[in-house]
């Protein structure tokens, strides 16, 4: 029997630690959070608000089993260790699990590792602390907030407009779309024109009219210039330059989503997934090990062993010359410097060493992680900049060239970020000083309006404003996009009507609540609870004594929206029907609920899927009783042949049975097969 037990957070965990601390762990999985807030009380938050915000929590839905299985082994040790996520999520688990367990100080430890590898695992549980209750209590602050909100605003919400939520962030961020929105829509254009000289090996562009800026408004005055000018182009000046281009620090959460979207064409969600597998562990030929340390963090500091590693690595392989230093955080506010950034959990494991192991996108995620880290740590890349100054009668115009000098860290980093020279003949040394223009040409463009927002540039736009933490980017998007609020089209964020509407009318009652300032406000108390600088329940007081008055307002004075009419009367009572919106989307009814409850069955067409893989019928798309679309064959009952994910129509190559869509994922409806 062991003697003590380790409880982490995912089951993929359980087996590679186990490995590493020996016979004398067991180590079992909480699979995620155990206990969540009721929904009973005042406005059902499952939050005594006159009672110092006091939480009811609850098991969670099928996590009895769970909690049963943990409280039987825990009985049979003499110790256990809460082993959860290094972050304030993981801590506030293993307080949720000592709890449930009914732990005593003397019965547990509290162990953290940012990376899943033996040395990371064993050095953890020689450093064991008790669970940090300010940690605890900045979580707590934050589920009791985002409760509190997201209850009585989407309450607001549905009762008055078209949308179905609101949120502490989702909200500003979703006002930032529309902002943005708004900004292209009042945009007015300006014309310009420019002027460029074509060489036989380069080209200049006209900047200056007696060295002072220029700008062209309109042909007209592109014409008067082209007047002035001949085909001869003295050259006034020759600068060269030796510049450092920089090497960026190891990624962030934040910084890797960006990255993983414009340079790999991966949504949030999906960036987050892979990681998360990346840092739980790989199968690779004798061992399970976590590739890269924890994925979600702000900060951009380096262990010193891993720094000491990366460096021999770097000498062995590409030569002294190519070692740099390290990257220091300018952005010290609000960064939890408790982790690390995401790096490999070892340099000798290369993305080449592991390819076999990964699947293409795992591959593709671990090699910009790897060689982001690698090239942290290697010297700046030296480039040689020339500017040619080219004078035709008092008009100046310049040419660019940039060549590599040293390489660097693109020795290792070319891939990811562009590095082609700009070549321009050696003029410094042209005898006439004076070049002959093959043609002068003039073209016409037109000022842009601000761009929208991509999901990498939202997320950035969120952290640099100080809205929402590493965790939140993801959710955030994913919410704004399946509440309806925006659309992607072109890999950016449209606003929809009900966007416009809903960010509307919080503007007009919560202005003083959904914005920037007062989120980022709440994420720095948030951080001050962490930190044990601030109060969590006068945090808690401040903030609801002046957001349910406004909560109350809004009910009294914001108008609800008319029920769009569709024209027909109701059979039962002679009232127009009209189109309501429900849990499961819209559906016709009575506009005299509840006196009158008639609702039309609609006809639905049948939506043909793929073949029924046991019989001679189709799959086609259905709804259940409560409204829930499944797929399932059309000779039902004769045949049963069902499935809740949506089917490819392909069949799975290792037992056979219908692949099906599962959110990024195609999976086998049967067994563990994943394309």
Not at 477 to 487: E, L, Q
Not at 518 to 524: F, K, R
Request: some cysteine; proline content about 4%.
């Amino acid at each position: 029997m062991s003697k003590n037990l380790v409880i982490v957070e995912s089951p993929s965990k359980t087996k590679p630690i186990e490995k590493y601390l020996g016979s004398e762990y067991k180590v079992l999985s909480s699979k995620g959070h155990v206990r969540d807030l009721s929904t009973k009380g005042k406005y059902g938050l499952g939050v005594d608000v006159e009672n110092d915000f006091k939480p009811d929590y609850i098991t969670m839905k099928g996590k009895k089993s769970v909690i049963d299985e943990l409280k039987k082994e825990a009985k049979k040790v003499g110790h256990v260790y809460l082993a959860t996520d290094p972050d304030r999520e993981g801590e506030a688990i293993s307080w949720h699990l000592k709890n449930v367990l009914d732990l005593n100080d003397k019965d547990y430890d509290r162990v953290v590792f940012n990376e899943i590898t033996k040395n990371a695992v064993v050095d953890a549980f020689n450093h064991c602390r008790k669970i940090d209750t300010n940690l605890v209590n900045s979580q707590e602050t934050r589920r009791i907030l985002d409760r509190i909100i997201g209850f009585r605003l989407s309450k607001l919400i549905q009762s008055k407009t078209d949308g179905s939520s609101a949120g502490r962030v989702q909200s500003v961020a979703l006002k930032l779309i529309v902002d943005r929105e708004r900004q292209i829509q009042s945009f007015e254009p300006e014309e310009y024109w420019t002027i460029e000289a074509n060489f036989p090996e380069f080209s200049a562009e006209l900047f200056n009219y007696n060295h002072k800026d220029i700008k062209i408004k309109n042909e007209i005055e592109a014409n008067d210039i082209l007047g002035k000018l001949t085909n001869a182009f003295k050259i006034e000046r020759v600068d060269k330059k030796t510049k450092q281009k920089q090497s960026k620090p190891p990624f962030t959460t934040s910084t890797l989503e960006q990255d993983a979207s414009n340079k790999l064409g991966f949504n949030a969600r999906k960036t987050m997934q892979i990681a998360q597998k990346l840092y739980e562990g790989i199968e690779l030929e004798n061992e399970t090990v976590g590739l890269i340390t924890y994925m979600r963090t702000d900060s951009i500091r380096l262990s010193n062993e891993f720094i000491s590693a990366t460096y021999d690595f770097i000498e062995a392989k590409y030569g002294k010359e190519y070692i740099g230093s390290v990257k220091i955080s300018k952005k010290t506010e609000n960064v939890q410097d408790a982790h690390e950034g995401i790096r490999p959990t070892s340099i000798n494991r290369t993305p080449e060493s592991v390819k076999k192991f990964l699947t293409n996108d795992e591959y593709k995620l671990y090699r910009i992680i790897y060689y982001r880290a690698l090239a942290s740590l290697m010297k700046n890349a030296t480039t040689i900049n020339t500017t040619v100054i080219l004078d035709n009668n008092n008009y100046q115009f310049k040419a660019t060239g940039q060549v590599i000098d040293f390489d660097g860290y693109l020795k290792v980093y070319s891939d990811y970020e562009e590095t082609k020279d700009t070549l321009l003949p050696p003029l410094d040394s042209y005898k006439s000083k004076v070049l002959v223009s093959n043609d002068i040409v003039k073209e016409q463009h037109f000022t842009s309006p601000p761009a929208r927002y991509t999901e990498s540039k939202l997320i950035k736009e969120m952290e640099e404003l100080g809205i929402g933490r590493p965790s939140t980017y993801a959710t955030t998007m994913d919410i704004i996009k399946k509440r309806g609020y925006a659309n992607i089209i072109e890999k950016k964020f449209v606003p929809t009507d009900v966007g416009f509407e809903i960010t509307d009318k919080l503007q007009e009652f919560f202005s003083h609540l959904i914005n920037v300032e007062y989120t980022a406000n709440m994420e720095n108390d948030l951080d001050k609870i962490a930190d044990g600088n601030q109060d969590y329940i006068k945090v808690l007081k401040d903030f609801y004594t002046e957001f349910e008055p406004s909560v109350q307002k809004a009910f009294d004075a914001m108008p609800k929206k008319e029920a769009e009419k569709t024209g027909e009367d109701c059979p039962e009572c002679g009232n127009p029907l009209v189109i309501r919106k429900g849990k499961y989307g819209e559906f016709t009814a009575c506009s005299n609920y509840p006196k009158c409850k008639y609702i039309k069955q609609e006809e639905r067409k049948n939506i043909e899927v793929c073949d029924c893989p046991k019989c001679d019928g189709k799959i086609i798309e259905k709804r259940s009783k409560k409204g829930k679309i499944f797929y399932g064959c059309n000779n039902y009952p004769k045949c049963k042949e069902a499935y809740w994910d949506k089917p490819t129509g392909d069949k799975c190559p290792n037992c056979g049975s219908l692949l099906t869509e599962k959110k990024d994922k195609i999976k086998c409806s049967s067994c563990d097969y994943v394309k």
